[in-house]
Structure formats: structure tokens, C-alpha cells
């Protein structure tokens, strides 16, 4: 594949660049709330938040091509994310821009785009987290509502979101699990709904258990067909997983180790100098290159028009047993100081690296666990007989 960049696609380059030297005008330890804000006002008038959405929604209409060169040299310059509501621009938007109608367009994608409020998506359960088919959430018509009955888990920034995407099961008696779901858009202060923060090991609490009880939510918010909601929710997650946004987080924390390793003293050297340490650090680099070129490959498949399939799940697992080798690794450059957390004058970075260590269930689970990638790659990838 021909990745040179036509004449269009440089000047949009430069057109970015140009957007960043004026804009990008202070250090990432400098950029409070207000500066947040008004970095989030510019990018929203510029169309690049949804840049690659329809023009006719309110996104850009930018080219996936011209969408890499975007988060390409956002990344390079350690520019803030594009757009402050994540879930709804990384799962919801896309879901109703695909299968909604337009009043749930024209109700819903201006308020993702603009960061309004947040979104959470109630799909794993405490019996069907990584077999996601297997939910059992009931749901039952009543008139123009839907009355919902059952348990959520892993559910990220429950807290503090407005919406949630939720997937329920209208129908039991099907030959084939996957029929018979169906998804809702549910307010998160109806009636009924209880959200309980879940503590991770650092301390934090990114995800939560969500419990509802008789919950009334109007047809009208359901998106797609009654039993076409695992539809729904594979363009969503497909979408979440075709990123290779990804790749350059991983690069700049990568970059952060080796710093860290050249910052910190072992046995009287540098922990650079260590070769078991730096064997480690080559291993994490590879695997990061992996994944951009396969993320490579991703591009090529959208740029002849192809449709992603499974194989985007090869950077999911990598990316998920990296985030947990990374953190292993930042606590084998500290050594005996990793333990220590935020607060304690010992810890090395005020603890951000213990923090970085124990975080790592956010990235695991999220998106599906290593187990289901794994079924996957091996399925659908592979031909391999199901599990």
C-alpha cells in the first residue's frame, strides 16, 4: 500500500500543524480547566471532534486518511484529546450514526461532539462478561415503554454519566443467543437505577456495578430493531478496536520508561545499563511496532473500502498484556521504592508509576477481556473450533 501523501492530504497536514503551533501554547503541567475548555471550543469549530463523522451530522466528513494524519500529529504533540466525551464518540455516536433515526441524530450527536454530558455502556454482566451473547438483563414491553430488570458490572465512569447505551434481552426462546437482544438509550437518573463505585487497587474507581429495577424507558430510545441490538453493539465495538490511536500513547509511555530507567540508580548504575531491564524494554518496543503495522493494515482495509473484521482483536490483546508488562516493568526499574503511592516522599514521580502499575484492569477489561480476543483470533482468524 502507497502511503504518500497526495497534495490534498499534505496541505491538510500543514493545515494541523500550522492549528498547533498557534494553539498549543502551553505545557501539558500548565493546561488547567479553563485552557481545557478553550482548546475544546477550537477543535469543535474546526469539525475535528467526529472529524470523520458525516458533515450532515455535525462531524467533519473527513477521510479516514485524513483522519491519521490528525491523531498522527495531535499524538506527536502531546495535543489533548480530541473531544471530552469519550465513550460517546469512541461507541455511542457511531451506533446512532449507523442505526438510529433522525431524531435520536438530531437529539443525541450534538451533545456527544460538544462534551455536554458523558455516556457509560451497560453491556458486560457478573455471569456474561467476556460471553457478552449470554446476557440475561430482562426487558419486557409494556405499552410505549420498556421495563427493565437485572445487573451490570465493569461499568466505566457510571458516576458520572448522564447516558448509558445499555443491552437487554427481549426475547429468550431463540435458537441462537445472539437473537433476542435488544439496546436501549436509558437516562441514568430513571427511576430504578442504582450505581455502586468499584475500587480499584489504586485506589480509583473507573468502573461500577449498576442495578436496575423496574426501569421505565420509552420505545422510542431504543436504537435499531427489538432483537437487533447485537448489531449494534459489534459495529461498536469494532469501531473501538479498528484505533491505532493507541499505538502512540504506548510510544510516549514507552519513551517515559526509558527516562525513568535512565533517572534511576540500581546496584550503582543506571537502570538503563541493566541488561535484563533493557531486554525488557526492547521486547515492549517490538511488540509496540507490532501493533502499528498491523494498525497498518487496519488503514489499508478502509482505505480499498473493506470492512474490519475480527483481526482487529490482534492489537487488543497486545494492547492489553502490554499495559500490564509495562507496569510490571516500571516496578522492576524502582524496585523496593515501587510500592509507594502518591503522597509519600519516597515515591518515585509522586507515585504516578505504583498508580500507572495497579491501573491496569481499566485497559483488560475494557472492550473485552484477553480470553474472548483470544476465542476470537482463534474462531474467526484461525478456523480453529469454538471453545
Known amino acids: 500500500m502507497d502511503f504518500n501523501l497526495t497534495p490534498e492530504e499534505a496541505a491538510f497536514r500543514d493545515e494541523v500543524r500550522a492549528f498547533l503551533d498557534e494553539n498549543l501554547d502551553a505545557a501539558e503541567s500548565e493546561r488547567d480547566m479553563n485552557w481545557f475548555g478553550g482548546w475544546l471550543k477550537k477543535v469543535r469549530e474546526k469539525r475535528w471532534v467526529g472529524f470523520s463523522w458525516p458533515k450532515e451530522v455535525g462531524g467533519g466528513g473527513g477521510t479516514v486518511m485524513q483522519q491519521v494524519i490528525l491523531k498522527e500529529e495531535m499524538a506527536k504533540r502531546k495535543a489533548p484529546p480530541l473531544g471530552s466525551c469519550y465513550m460517546g464518540l469512541a461507541w455511542v455516536g457511531p451506533s446512532i450514526i449507523q442505526y438510529g433515526n433522525e431524531e435520536q441524530k438530531q437529539k443525541y450527536i450534538p451533545d456527544i461532539l460538544d462534551g455536554t454530558y458523558q455516556w457509560c455502556t451497560g453491556y458486560s454482566e457478573p455471569d456474561s462478561g467476556s460471553d457478552l451473547a449470554s446476557l440475561k438483563c430482562r426487558c419486557e414491553r409494556d405499552g410505549d415503554e420498556y421495563v427493565v430488570n437485572g445487573q451490570k458490572i465493569w461499568t466505566s465512569i457510571a458516576m458520572i454519566s448522564k447516558m448509558m447505551i445499555l443491552l437487554v434481552r427481549t426475547q429468550t426462546d431463540v435458537d441462537v443467543k445472539h437473537d433476542g437482544i435488544t439496546c436501549l438509550l436509558v437516562e441514568m437518573d430513571s427511576p430504578g437505577i442504582e450505581v ?141 521504592a515501587s510500592t509507594l503511592m502518591q503522597g509519600c516522599d519516597e515515591a518515585p514521580e509522586d507515585g504516578r508509576w505504583a498508580k500507572f502499575a495497579l491501573g491496569w484492569p481499566e485497559v483488560v477489561i475494557g472492550g473485552g477481556t484477553p480470553n474472548i480476543q483470544k476465542n476470537i483470533i482463534s474462531e474467526r482468524i484461525l478456523g480453529l473450533p469454538k471453545d
Open 196 to 336: 455502586r463505585p468499584i475500587k480499584n487497587m489504586s485506589g480509583g474507581a473507573m468502573f461500577a456495578e449498576v442495578f436496575l429495577t423496574d426501569v421505565r424507558v420509552p420505545v422510542e430510545n431504543r436504537l435499531g430493531a427489538e432483537g437487533g441490538g447485537w448489531k449494534v453493539t459489534v459495529s461498536a465495538l469494532a469501531n473501538e478496536r479498528s484505533s491505532i490511536a493507541e499505538v502512540y500513547g504506548l510510544t510516549r509511555k514507552m519513551e517515559e520508561l526509558k527516562d525513568l530507567a535512565r533517572d534511576t540508580e540500581r546496584a550503582g548504575q543506571r537502570a538503563i545499563d541493566i541488561p535484563s531491564i533493557r531486554r525488557r524494554l526492547q521486547r515492549a518496543e517490538i511488540r509496540i511496532e507490532s501493533m502499528r503495522l498491523n494498525g497498518q493494515r487496519f488503514l489499508t482495509k478502509q482505505l480499498k473500502g473493506e470492512p474490519l473484521g475480527s483481526e482487529t482483536s490482534i492489537n487488543k490483546l497486545h494492547r492489553a498484556s502490554l499495559e500490564v508488562e509495562m507496569g510490571e516493568l516500571a516496578m522492576e526499574i524502582t524496585g523496593s
